[in-house]
């Protein structure tokens, strides 16, 4: 047993480190720190500078663009980019879609989209969830026909984040209705582009608007869209789910906000004297950042088991990852509340586009606290990895 | 980074798991209770035959220079199997201030008796008003002459009705929260001036309560510097901390295992009630926090080698705060789940739970470490 990296490892860091320092926009990065929300340009702006680095799509096989980093440099790289901040890759295209073309899809296709995900030319969006298939996913609804050399797709997906930017999805359909529910699913990827496609934002509890409702109706779709076979579409989707394990957690997010919230701390009063003085304000901090630390810790563990072991079977210890760490992002954020607090009322109408910074950074601290609400809610609820936890780890 | 076991350390795990898997059932359990002190002498010399006491000293000393990985390891075995034997107070914690302060001298007259479990140690420290802070000391060490005169009272001295040496802190100089004046001293049990009141703890343990009246020791009894021994004492009590969260650790493994068995076989309403999705949710809830602890084990063991003193206790503190949150979550949902059954002295997951429960107020408690992280800047 060892903590230490190894003297390769660290001067990987400060590589790392040194590219943010030298490349992130600071406009970007400002952002980020106040917890605002990116334009679409900025975004990509940052994407295409890393890809241009090689990093873009670091944890894909080299072939098709990714490094070749071991698990550790992946780890090294993830906590860089989180707690500096920088926009992390988007996950859709980079995390998502990505590993099922090159792992199911053909030659084709892998020629035709990889590219493009990898520079950002296509915008990738997630048409899973629907209305009515949220934590029980299989009982998807929308379907696909099969008409000569085209789907015919007829349905409603929700919450599909940043939609509005996207020109692809990658969709679940029912293309056999007639088998049981999870058999008779499909992975067909279209444009957004494509007639019969609308997109309607959902304005959430922040304020903003990243998710939204997409519906289809009658959209022709041509036939090699379909990713690897028929009807197999939900062996893909868990294998999608499964496949960012360590990612999940956001260490260095959480990290990245705990020093933010410490800084506040000793420039917000409270009766007279900055809050970092009061002790009960302290001790909370401290509590959240021993959390943040076990879960750091948690993480490691799985990813030297990763590079040990490789991929094959999953550490029982990754389960804890996406609870614990959705769960201490959203205590941040509630620490920022605390720091801030009469000063988290005022509401700035414009919402958070991007356009509009004359409000106070403070305004963004309430929409940061309600927004997080969602991190243990996605992803397969916290509930739901109770379950996971309870019949794959205890059992149960 | 690595988190894995190396070969030797591997063997070492089977050896101490199988052993205790051989001699330390529950029922064993009870009848070592029984015995003189509230242990047994032949599973002590099995573990000395083993190896297992000279496990953390220097081949030089005898041992076999095992570090912390080594101790928590063991410690982990002996949670899991919730063994009663003195381990902590002699190996861990009377070994520790031999390691760490010993002369040759007082290595030579110590270390070869435990190594072998012919004698064991305890650590005299608790004082009536000084609760977890260890420079809060008013046990007096005046020196006389050569000698030292000891005066004061020790309380809940684990292991004290069967150690054969006590060590003991007790000041030289200063008042009763000063950092400086305190020193350490072995004294012998059977000194004149010591009388000893003995008692099973809560967890099924011993301990007594000491006091010494005019107890005079040589010179050579102090252990380290006998004015400024405060960094010692704080050394040793972190890897005292260190061992009882690898415990734990093996508590928690322990209760959580017995638990999942209990509720895949016990049935209500016609079904397991480990069916139940309510059931089910706690299990995974205490196996997080099993796992979170596991994870700060692991960091204090490897903070136990850290240079700088201040990050070295800081991290300790981090650890012992976990490990108090999780064991309290893991302790208290075991007997929730076990339901009436778990509030039984037959069944064994409440000795379990209650041994846990000690953990957390020994050598500081969750309250107490997290105030020391938030007053040291915290850990980010």
New interface residues.
Partial sequence: ??????KE?QAFREEVRSFFRDNVPPDTRRKLVEGRHLSKDEMVTWWRILNKKGWGVSHWPKQYGGTGWTS?QHYIFNEELQSYPAPQPLAFGVSMVGPVIYTFGNEEQKKKYLPRIASVEDWWCQGFSEPGSGSDLASLKTKAERKGDKWIINGQKTWTTLAQHADMIFCLCRTDPSAKKQMGISFIVFSMKSKGVTVRPIQTIDGGAEVNEVFFDDVEVPIENLIGEENKGWDYAKFLLGNERTGIARVGVS?ER??RI?DLAGKVESGGKPIIQD?AF??K???C???????E??Q??V???EG?HGKGKPN??SS?LK??GSEIQQTTTELLMEVIGPFAAPYDVHGDDGSNEAMDWTAQIAPSYFNNRKVSIYGGSN?I???I???A???? | ?????NEE?RLLKDSIDGLLTDSYDFESRKKYMKEKGGWSKTVWLNLAEQGLLGLPFSEADGGFGGGG?ETMIVMEALGKALVLEPYLATVVIGGGFLRHAGTDAQKAAHLPAVIDGSKTLAFAQLEKNSRYDLFDVTTTAKKKGDAYVIDGEKFVVLNGENADTLIVTARSKGDRRDKAGIGVFLVPASAKGITKKSYPTQDGLHAADITFTGVEVGADAALGNPDDSLALIERVVDEARIALCAEAVGLMDESLKTT?EY??TRKQFGVAI??F?S???R???M??AA??????S??A??AGDFEDAKERANAIA?AK??IGKSLKFVGQQAIQLHGGIGMTMEAKIGHYFKRLTMIENSFGDT?YH??R???GG???
């Fill in positions: 047993m060892d903590l230490a990296f190894t490892e550790v990290k705990l020093r410490r002790a302290r001790e901090l401290a509590a950042e021993i959390e943040l630390k076990a879960l810790l948690t490691l563990r990813v030297a088991d040990k029982p210890a804890v609870i614990k509930e990895q109770r379950n936890i309870a019949k780890v205890l059992g149960l | 980074m690595d988190f894995d076991l350390q990985v999942i509720i895949k480990g069916s999705q059931l089910q949710h299990a995974s809830d196996f997080v796992e979170q602890a596991r994870s700060m692991m960091f063991t490897m981090a705060v976990q309250d997290q105030r992280v938030a007053d915290g850990l980010i």
